[in-house]
Nanobody, 125 residues
Framework: QVQLVESGGGLVQAGGSLRLSCVASGYIFSNYGMGWFRQAPGKEREFVAAISWNWSGGRTYYADSVKGRFTISRDNAKNTVYLQMNTLKPEDTAVYYC????????????????WGQGTQVTVSS
């Protein structure tokens, strides 16, 4: 049974930092690109960051709105993908989801096979 479990969300002041984690189980983690998406109230789910599968060089991709502030990384030994979020802004407030994309690394949610339940990030001004 495939599971993706996100953690690390919370309430933080503008300018602060959080690190999200997503632990995967039930499939071969290293064969999947991993992505983070977010959904704010009343808005569509949007791409945040993605990292390619293990032996493709760990290529990373970011939305323009988070480039230079967020960093995605993965630890294949721990079946975990991380999202380090620095210099947070109120507009980063959303539920953050991680997804798994088989031998690919897409910026569109339709490409992802598996999803976690999400973790809430709230940034106060």
């Amino acid at each position: 049974q495939v599971q993706l479990v996100e953690s690390g969300g919370g309430l933080v002041q503008a300018g602060g930092s959080l690190r999200l984690s997503c632990v995967a189980s039930g499939y071969i983690f290293s064969n999947y690109g991993m992505g983070w998406f977010r959904q704010a109230p009343g808005k569509e789910r949007e791409f945040v960051a993605a990292i390619s599968w293990n032996w493709s060089g760990g290529r990373t991709y970011y939305a323009d709105s988070v480039k230079g502030r967020f960093t995605i990384s993965r630890d294949n030994a721990k079946n975990t993908v991380y999202l380090q979020m620095n210099t947070l802004k109120p507009e980063d407030t959303a539920v953050y989801y991680c997804g798994a994309d088989y031998f690919s690394v897409a910026t569109t949610q339709e490409e992802y096979e598996y999803w976690g339940q999400g973790t809430q990030v709230t940034v106060s001004s």
